[in-house]
């Protein structure tokens, strides 16, 4: 049987407020006056909570949590009524929300995984290189994680990530992310023996697009799959590496210069 599903998140121009977590951890500051207690219920952790409530404050321009004096538990923490009015408009989207998404099912809309692509075309960054993939593995450090994400065709992106970020985006194997990398990040190398880089991740592909410019070039590799990576490189070094239309190249750049997303 299809289901349906979806969320909603607060966005102040290119600004996300944050979505059903935050509000939840609003609501509950407000039933118990502490955010000990209401990070607890909400499943955060008392510096995760006060690092939301920070981001909200500083978003809506305005306090939304009032700090009290007390020691780390706080003691008669409270909303103030802009607060109060904000969880009231988020539990009515809320309600409303959850009426499209049944009406959309009623109709039979066999439409779940088009609904999904069409969040993805409308994720705007200024990462050249977006590439959607599913986490395969997520190696542990005592302050950075190595994240292996699959992407289509079945080459591996390695990135580099704070554990705050895995914990953050709930990465876990078998999750889709997305993995940002900027063009200016790439280095092109020429395929061949000989050639050892440190860089984690080096992508074989064929090159499909040069574009020049007046002094740099954009190279579009096409890898395994589908899946294209454009790099920016000098006028020069695409000469010498003889990239053009159909040349085999491979797409090098440092796990640390990968950002991981989720579409939640």
Same mark, same amino acid.
Do not use: C
């Given at each position: /049987?299809?289901?349906?599903?979806?969320?909603?998140?607060?966005?102040?121009?290119?600004? !996300?407020?944050?979505?059903?977590?935050?509000? %939840?951890?609003?609501?509950?500051?407000?039933?118990?006056?502490?955010?000990?207690? #209401?990070?607890?219920?909400?499943? /955060?952790?008392? @510096?995760?909570?006060?690092?939301?409530?920070? #981001?909200?404050? &500083?978003?809506?321009?305005?306090?939304?949590?009032?700090? =009290?004096?007390?020691? @780390?538990?706080?003691?008669?923490?409270?909303?103030? %009524?802009?607060?109060?009015?904000?969880?009231?408009?988020?539990?009515?989207? $809320?309600?409303?929300?959850?009426?499209?998404?049944? !009406?959309?099912?009623? *109709?039979?809309?066999?439409?779940?995984?088009?609904?999904?692509?069409?969040?993805?075309? /409308?994720?705007?960054?200024?990462?050249? &290189?977006?590439?959607?993939?599913?986490?395969?593995?997520?190696?542990?450090? *005592?302050?950075?994680?190595?994240?292996?994400?699959?992407?289509?065709?079945?080459?591996?992106?390695?990135?580099?990530?704070?554990? $705050?970020?895995?914990?953050?985006? $709930?990465?876990?194997?078998?999750?889709?992310?997305?993995?940002?990398? @900027? =063009?200016?990040?790439?280095?092109?190398? *020429?395929?061949?023996?000989?050639?050892?880089?440190?860089?984690? !991740?080096?992508?074989?592909?064929?090159?499909?697009?040069?574009?020049?410019?007046?002094? !740099?070039?954009?190279?579009?590799?096409?890898?395994?799959?589908? #899946?294209?990576?454009?790099?920016?490189?000098? &006028?020069?070094?695409?000469?010498?590496?003889?990239?053009?239309?159909? =040349?085999? *190249?491979?797409?090098?750049? @440092?796990?640390?210069?990968?950002?991981?997303?989720?579409? %939640?």
């Amino acid at each position: /049987m299809l289901e349906l599903d979806g969320s909603i998140w607060f966005r102040s121009g290119a600004q !996300n407020w944050g979505g059903k977590n935050r509000i %939840d951890l609003l609501a509950q500051i407000d039933a118990t006056g502490s955010i000990t207690a #209401a990070a607890r219920a909400v499943g /955060m952790s008392y @510096k995760g909570a006060w690092d939301a409530i920070d #981001a909200m404050n &500083n978003l809506a321009g305005e306090p939304l949590v009032l700090r =009290a004096a007390g020691g @780390k538990g706080g003691g008669g923490t409270r909303l103030t %009524d802009r607060a109060r009015g904000l969880i009231a408009t988020f539990r009515v989207l $809320e309600a409303e929300h959850r009426k499209f998404m049944e !009406n959309l099912a009623r *109709a039979g809309l066999d439409a779940s995984g088009d609904i999904d692509l069409m969040r993805r075309f /409308m994720l705007k960054t200024s990462a050249r &290189n977006k590439l959607m993939g599913t986490v395969m593995e997520v190696r542990t450090g *005592a302050v950075n994680d190595e994240v292996l994400l699959r992407i289509a065709g079945g080459q591996v992106i390695t990135a580099t990530i704070t554990r $705050e970020s895995t914990q953050e985006l $709930e990465l876990a194997p078998g999750k889709e992310a997305l993995a940002l990398v @900027k =063009a200016s990040s790439v280095i092109v190398g *020429a395929p061949g023996a000989g050639l050892r880089l440190s860089a984690r !991740n080096q992508l074989p592909g064929t090159v499909t697009a040069v574009r020049a410019g007046a002094v !740099n070039s954009e190279i579009l590799i096409e890898l395994e799959g589908g #899946a294209t990576l454009a790099a920016i490189v000098t &006028n020069e070094s695409a000469q010498d590496l003889g990239l053009g239309e159909g =040349a085999g *190249a491979v797409a090098v750049f @440092k796990a640390s210069s990968v950002i991981l997303g989720v579409l %939640d």
